[in-house]
């Protein structure tokens, strides 16, 4: 199984990104997708998930501004980020595991991506 991270990138306050998480070798059924980030100096957290009957799930600190969605034809998870603002920089990471019940908790993952770095300047 192999996750790949990309679309990361410098933006300006108020600007938006989207990330991509191609996902290779992972074809089970049944699982959840989440995306995670890790700001310097932070410990790594969850910040939105969706499973594998689409539901979603979202970080308080996200709700609103970032949308979780999948394409399953192409094997790859999406992450839009809207209204971006400086406490948002961070490495962010996709993870996957093959059950379906969401979760925050970056300890109940398998697989990870190797983070894609989104600096934002005020």
């Known amino acids: 199984v192999r996750l790949e991270d990309s679309g990361g990138g410098s933006v300006q306050a108020g600007g938006s990104l989207r990330l991509s998480c191609r996902l290779t070798g992972f074809t089970y059924q049944y699982h959840r997708l989440t995306w995670f980030r890790q700001a310097p100096g932070k410990s790594r957290e969850g910040i939105a998930a969706?499973?594998?009957?689409?539901?979603?799930m979202y970080a308080d600190s996200v709700k609103g501004r970032y949308t979780i969605s999948k394409d399953n034809a192409k094997y790859t998870l999406y992450l839009h980020m809207d209204n971006l603002q400086p406490e948002d920089t961070a490495t962010y990471y996709c993870?996957?595991?093959?059950?379906?019940?969401?979760?925050?908790?970056?300890?109940?993952?398998?697989?990870w991506g190797q983070g894609t770095q989104d600096p934002v300047s005020s």
């Open positions: 969706i499973s594998s009957e689409s539901t979603t």
């Open positions: 993870a996957a595991r093959p059950v379906p019940q969401l979760t925050l908790d970056r300890d109940r993952y398998n697989y």
